[in-house]
């Protein structure tokens, strides 16, 4: 982004940010241009993760579920609160009465939760909250270094079946199991921490890992939908070599709805080039 078109908080950063080299980052350090574009996407119905040991390839795996009247779209102008609340006016045009289950899928960001909750109060309906178990996983990987290397086979079974139990409905067990497996080697404060942390995750989150009530339902318990739609939807159009956004060109540029309004888009900008 350009500078005067950064988020304050950004902006702040960058006009603190001391870099090594005048050309390029050096390590750890962040460039301090970048704003954050919030996406919505009426989400997948369901999803499954591979059992410990990987697929036998003697069951015929299930064609995944189509999304149907979706909705897309993504900003840089509005903060999260001003997204989330055009994300509940799409969902009561299409359920004023409230008869349907409102499910809402977060990463685990505190604020995000918050800012949902809020909302569906002051709207009066009830939301079932589901975390997207690919964060849960991504927390298993991170604590099965402190068992295992990071080359060892046996770590992705060691995922696997903690991933099985928690979505069956058992996050405290897999929580209880992980602990007592680092008590058992006798892990230091320090060889355990990512362990503690994913243990922390799940237990802070407790309300919100009920994947064998989501399943049972039919309820999206991943995000996938929405993590592809930040890529597809902001970085192809956005994240290109050498460009440099204002608000208002960017939100043009993400409001776009398919190829055809693009290619007429580029065409324009084209034809106006001296």
Not at 10 to 24: G, I, N, S, V
Not at 115 to 127: C, H, P
Not at 187 to 201: E, F, I, N, S, V
């Amino acid at each position: 982004m350009r500078p005067g078109h950064l988020r304050e908080a950004t902006a702040k950063a960058a006009a603190k940010a001391r870099h090594t080299f005048r050309t390029r980052l050096s390590t750890g350090e962040k460039s301090c241009r970048k704003r954050m574009a919030t996406p919505r996407r009426r989400p997948r119905r369901r999803a499954r993760h591979p059992p410990p040991g990987g697929r036998t390839g003697v069951r015929t795996v299930r064609k995944g579920p189509t999304a149907r009247a979706k909705w897309l779209t993504a900003s840089v102008r509005e903060d999260a609160e001003t997204v989330i609340a055009a994300a509940f006016d799409q969902a009561e045009a299409r359920d004023p009465e409230h008869h349907r289950n409102w499910v809402v899928l977060i990463d685990g960001a505190t604020h995000q939760r918050e800012l949902i909750q809020a909302e569906a109060a002051r709207r009066n309906v009830t939301i079932h909250i589901v975390l997207d178990i690919v964060h849960v996983i991504e927390k298993l990987w991170a604590a099965s270094r402190c068992f295992h290397t990071a080359t060892d086979p046996a770590t992705e079974d060691w995922v696997g079946i903690k991933a099985a139990r928690i979505l069956a409905g058992d996050a405290p067990g897999a929580a209880h199991d992980i602990r007592t497996e680092a008590d058992r080697r006798h892990l230091t404060d320090d060889q355990r921490t990512a362990a503690d942390k994913a243990c922390r995750y799940l237990e802070n989150n407790a309300d919100f890992v009920h994947y064998d009530q989501a399943l049972a339902g039919g309820w999206p318990i991943a995000s996938g939908a929405v993590e592809g739609a930040a890529r597809h939807l902001v970085a192809d159009r956005l994240d290109i070599t050498g460009s440099r956004w204002t608000v208002p060109g960017a939100e043009a540029v993400l409001t776009l709805r398919h190829r055809g309004a693009e290619f007429e888009a580029r065409l324009i900008t084209t034809s106006h080039r001296p």
